[in-house]
Each structure stands twice: as C-alpha cells, then as structure tokens.
C-alpha cells in the first residue's frame, strides 16, 4: 500500500516582493504601465500574494495625496482609492448623504481590517458577496478610472464589475476614486446582510435598498433594490422596483416586492447555504432594508409591517 500524500500546506509567510512607494499619480501610473500592481490596504493582495504567489510586484498608494480625499458636497461624494472604511464609518457628514453604504462599510471585516482596507479596494476585489458593492448600485455610483497614458474616464459599478474577481479595468489603468449620488428630499438609503458570524465572514445574501417618496410621505417616487452573494455579480431588482413605484408603501406591495425581489435572484448552493435558503433571506432582507430606507426618507415613519 503506498504511503499517504502529505496535504498540501498554504504558505505562512509573505514571499519575496517588489514594493514601491510613488510620490504622486504620475508615478504610480508610471509602475502599473510597468505591470506594477497597486496596493491600498492590502487586505486582499497581501492574502493573495502569501496563498497565492500573486502579485509579487506592489505600490503602495497611501502615500499620494490626490488619492486620500474624501470630498463631500450637498448631492455628491467623491472618495479617494487610499481612504480607508474607517473613515466612511466615522464622517457623520458622507452617512447622512449616502447611509447604505456605510451600514456596508461597517460591517466588513472586523474594526482592524477597516482601518486598512479602503472602499476601492473592496470594490476592486469583484467579489460577489462585498459588502459595499450593493450600496454603491442603489446610490448611482462610478469609478473614476485613469490609464497610463493620461486618459480618464467614468465607469458605472453595474458595468465595472463582471464577475468574481473580474473588473473592467485594463492593464495599465488604475481606479483613483469613486464617485456617487447622495440622497435627496424625502429619500433614504439602507443595506443589510445575513451572515453566521457577525465579522470575518462573507455574507450569505444581502440586500441594499434606496427610495424616494412623493411629497405625500407615503408614495414612492424612484426606487432602486440591488442583492449581493446571490449571483455572479450584484443584481439589480428591476421587475421589484416596479412594482413599488407610483404606489404608496403599504404590508401587501411591499410582501409582493420582496416576493419579486427573492424570484430574480440567481443564488447557487454551496457549502455555506443551500440555493432555496438564500432566496429565503433575500425575501426577508427586502422587506427589512426597504422599510429601513423609508424610516429615513421620512421622519416618524412607522414600519410596516407585511401581514
């Protein structure tokens, strides 16, 4: 009998890398046409490089300036690649105008892997369940993107990101922020996961959900509803949200809503959930994220509840 294979070990340790530490955006553009991989909070890249072997060659953005702004104005938000989660968390200022995705933001990782990880590393990474990426679809958000040779452009987060681990950027490009819509008038936002652990765990489904009602308090107006870790990608609920607008949010419409949202849903079994169990959570997700974005449209909104 042949003696039993030994299992294969993951790596404990960094291997050898290439770390460089641009001054600017030039010179950062200047290493990813190099091949350079950039690295914000490392969060992801440095797991990848010790299991992996990949990338070995690495510049760190957290010393450019241009890239550490978070700008904030009555309608929009712009924030840099290298500001970090923790930041998003502690602006009183970016949560009134775009609350979902800090409901996102605070639950990634645990308080030390916000610290480091930034917003557009956590979009960057593609994954299908990111805390962040379904709040950044209900809030209209894009990727500001700069190439090698100068030229600029804005992608939104719907077309950016293809599928796990897939972006669209190109080599020789590099995401320097993202910018996104904040709440208007009578218009609330709001994100919730489902998850076994409350930190260091992917979530097994969620939902984010941003409304805005009529001046009559109860009507919706526009509506966006987006799932996370129940497709490839983020899915949008279209058929959902059109079941909501022109209509004032009452127990049925919104049970109906969440009934839709649950049925567009492309969710897959695996070890975590079985494909039956997510689209149960996605159903009630729904019916807590939506109620959730209307109590912050409209003051002393009483929840409602579906019978």
């Known amino acids: 009998m042949p003696p039993a294979k030994s299992p294969a070990l993951r790596p404990s340790h960094l291997p050898p890398v290439e ?11 200047a290493h990813a046409a190099d091949g350079v991989h950039p690295l914000a909070g490392g969060t992801d890249l440095v797991v990848w490089a010790t299991q992996c072997g990949e990338p070995r060659r690495l510049a760190w953005i957290g010393s450019i300036d241009q890239l550490q702004t978070l700008d904030i104005t009555s309608d929009r938000a712009h924030i840099g690649a290298a500001v970090t989660l923790s930041r998003i968390v502690r602006s009183g200022q970016f949560r009134s105008l775009a609350p979902a995705v800090v409901d996102g933001a605070a639950v990634v990782g645990s308080v030390q892997l916000r610290n480091q990880a930034t917003l557009v590393g956590n979009v960057c990474t593609a994954s299908p369940g990111g805390d962040t990426i379904p709040a950044l679809h209900v ?15 804005s992608v939104k987060i719907s077309d950016f990101v293809h599928g796990p681990g897939q972006t669209g950027l190109n080599t020789g490009e590099v ?4 910018t996104l819509r904040g709440l208007g008038q009578r218009e609330g936002s709001a994100f919730s996961r489902f998850t076994q652990r409350n930190a260091l765990d992917l ?10 009602f009529e001046s009559d308090g109860r009507t919706v107006a526009r509506a966006h509803l987006s799932m996370g870790a129940v497709g490839p990608t983020v899915l949008d609920a279209d058929e959902a949200v059109r079941s909501l607008v022109g209509h004032p949010l009452e127990p049925a419409r919104l049970r109906n809503c969440a009934d839709l949202t649950a049925e567009c ?3 897959i079994t695996d070890h975590r959930a079985s494909a039956d169990y997510r689209r149960q959570l996605v159903r ?13 449209a409209i003051p002393g909104w009483l929840a409602v509840e579906a019978p």
């Open 19 to 29: 770390l460089y530490r641009p001054a600017d955006l030039g010179e950062l553009l």
């Open 139 to 153: 809030h209209d958000a894009a990727l500001d993107i700069v190439s090698a040779a100068g030229d600029r452009r």
């Open 175 to 178: 995401v320097t922020g993202v």
């Open 203 to 212: 979530a097994i489904a969620s939902v984010a959900a941003c409304l805005s």
């Open 265 to 267: 849903c492309r969710p």
């Open 284 to 296: 009630t997700l729904t019916m807590d994220v939506v109620d959730a974005a209307a109590a912050r």
